[in-house]
C-alpha cells in the first residue's frame, strides 16, 4: 500500500482556510478514486510541528501508484493544490510503501 503523508505550514491566520480547502477536497473526492482506500484530515496536536508552525496533516492510503495517480490528477485533488498556493507558507509530503510488523 501507498501511504501518502502531507504537513501543511499556513501563512499566518490562513488556519480556517486551510481547514475549510481540506474539508472540499474530501468532500470533491467523496464519489471515491478507484484504488484509493482512505482519505484522512486533521488538525495537528503534537508540540514539536507545531512548534515549527505545520497545524494540519492530511493522510491518504492508495492501492499502488495507478491509484494514486488517478488521485493526483483528479479534478477536487487539482483545485486543491491550487488553493494551497495562497494559504500555504510550506508543505512537505512523505510518500511510503507500507510495511507492517510481523
Do not use: K, Q
Not at 3 to 28: D, I, N, Q
Amino acid at each position: 500500500m501507498l501511504e501518502h503523508y502531507v504537513v501543511f505550514r499556513p501563512l499566518p491566520g490562513r488556519e480556517p482556510e486551510l481547514a475549510a480547502a481540506l474539508a472540499e477536497l474530501g468532500a470533491g473526492l467523496a464519489g471515491g478514486v478507484a484504488g484509493m482506500s482512505d482519505l484522512t484530515w486533521g488538525a495537528n496536536t503534537n508540540r514539536s510541528g507545531l512548534d515549527r508552525g505545520f497545524t494540519h496533516g492530511c493522510l491518504g492510503r492508495f492501492e499502488d501508484r495507478a491509484a494514486f495517480d488517478r488521485y493526483w490528477h483528479h479534478p477536487a485533488h487539482e483545485r486543491f493544490m491550487r488553493a494551497l498556493d495562497a494559504i500555504c507558507e510550506d508543505r512537505f509530503a512523505l510518500d511510503y510503501l507500507s510495511a507492517s510488523a510481523p
